[in-house]
């Protein structure tokens, strides 16, 4: 299995990710630079997080207008998983490929702290490695993680299994005090109709060894090696 890491100016978590993946895949992945055209052959595409362009304009609107992101985005309409990571999911909203918006935290604060997530949907590539209604905690860092959209697009992605993850207590209940940025609906991370493309504020590649205090993110790069080698 071959993956891909896009590096933009500004990413501060491709070298995470990069590690994540080899330790699932057992291969180092390509790390392609922004400014190139071209994608080797790959498996999986992945954003990591970090401040592209130095969040200036919106965060990741200046990184969706990257050379590179035309490939992306022609690469994920063929079908190849995208997964973004934080400030790659606001790229890959910004870039069309998933809906709604990253706005300001609530606080408009940053906030950096482990939280707790339900897993809502685990029949996709990126969450096979959990069960539905499963309780995991991962770390966020962000200044833009509160997701918005308007009500009619809401009720798609809800109805359509396209919730991912959302924010919860240690014991699974959805509620506002849960709920670190303010995102509608407690949504932490979401998919595109297909299922191919997955967009999340929380950094699992932060947690796939014991010594960074947990292992609730290998399960996600595992299950996601699995899905694809199959």
Not at 88 to 95: H, K, P, R, S
Not at 164 to 191: K, L, V
Request: proline fraction near 5%.
């Amino acid at each position: 299995m071959k993956a891909s890491v896009i590096v933009f100016p500004g990413s501060n978590c491709d070298r995470d990710v990069q590690v994540a993946l080899a330790a699932s895949i057992g291969s180092q992945p390509d790390m392609v630079w922004h400014g190139g055209t071209e994608l080797p052959q790959t498996d999986l595409i992945v954003i990591p997080g970090g401040f592209s362009y130095g969040d200036y304009l919106r965060s990741g609107a200046m990184a969706a207008h990257s050379p590179i992101m035309r490939e992306v985005v022609a690469r994920a309409n063929s079908g190849v998983p995208v997964l973004g990571i934080c400030n790659g999911f606001q790229i890959l909203t910004e870039a069309g490929l998933l809906p709604g918006v990253l706005m300001r935290n609530a606080d408009l604060k940053f906030i950096c702290k482990d939280v707790h997530l339900k897993v809502e949907n685990a029949d996709t590539l990126f969450t096979k490695g959990y069960s539905d209604g499963q309780v995991i905690r991962v770390p966020i860092a962000h200044h833009d993680g509160n997701f918005e959209t308007d009500e009619e697009t809401l009720k798609r992605i809800e109805g359509n299994g396209q919730v991912a993850f959302r924010y919860c207590d240690e014991n699974g209940a959805i509620t506002g005090a849960a709920n670190p940025n303010g995102s509608q609906a407690n949504i932490a991370g979401i998919t595109n109709e297909g299922g191919t493309v997955l967009g999340m504020m929380p950094h699992p590649e932060r947690l796939v060894d014991p010594l960074q205090g947990g292992t609730d993110g290998k399960a996600m790069f595992d299950g996601m090696v699995e899905s694809l080698a199959a």
